[in-house]
């Protein structure tokens, strides 16, 4: 929380002071790379239950995009955040009786919930009508990530002024690094949510991905069959854009699958050597 409340000041001070002309202050300079950098550790050092584990990565995700954002991307991240939040308790209410844990006690680190095949996972089941629902919640919440904050496929979006909390000066490679990252946290955020549904409701999560993946090939075939070789130039190029971005989706979100195990399901812990002498 204090991460949190220093970034909103962070954004506050640094934009008064380029406003008047004086720069970026190296105090707010220093504070957004150490938040940077202790929000991705955080969040590792925690617990790895669901509850503790998602608002965990939820305030550190918020605080880094916070320092990154310049006018509405940060309601829009807070509106994304209650709606998953009322997506995974949609889904522990749904399960109502037949569920044997509490929502706080459901670990992203059970066995039994992380194994796919059904044969040898305690706690899977097979799927249910049920799943194509979470399926399409999942595909629904990635395209609002991605057209949430405007159309990230068009270099008009990408605004330098979002990344004034960590430098002024022009650096192609380094703007480009922090405002790739900006784009990717919502998407993160949407993968380990819909992570936390797959342990909650108990579903294989290779079944679960493959019906993913059928919805994203019907939606890539349909805008196949959309693409234009007539018209003008914006038209066609938009037939073909919303073609590769679907294709690209699919790929990208078997990346972030692996992304959303490591960030829910890992556990950084400090053993100290003990010297054993004989």
Known sequence: MFLLAGSVMTVYVTSCSIASRHGLPLVCQIFS??????????????????????FSLSLSFLTTYLLLSITYEGYFFLSLLSLLYFWLKMEYETLGRSSHHKLHEVDFKLEGLIKDNISSATFSRH??????RRAFFFIFFILMAFFGTGNIASINSFDPASVYCFLTVFNPFLMGTLMMLKNMI?????????????????????????????????MGLHFFFLVRDYGSWLEIGTT?????????????????????????????????HSDKRY
Not at 33 to 54: H, I, K, N, Y
């Open 240 to 272: 073909i854009s919303h073609y590769v971005i679907v294709m690209v989706m699919i790929i990208f979100l078997l990346l972030l699958t692996g992304a959303s195990h490591t960030l829910t399901c890992h556990r950084l812990l400090w053993r100290p």
């Open 186 to 218: 919502p998407f993160l955020v949407v993968t380990c949510a819909f992570r936390g549904v797959h342990v909650l409701t108990r579903t294989p999560l290779r079944s679960l991905f493959l019906i993913v993946l059928i919805m994203s090939d019907f």
């Open 127 to 132: 799927l249910e009508i049920s799943d194509l």
């Open 33 to 54: 790379w150490a938040t940077l950098g202790l929000s991705c550790l955080l969040p590792l050092l925690g617990p790895t239950t669901l509850r503790e584990r998602l």
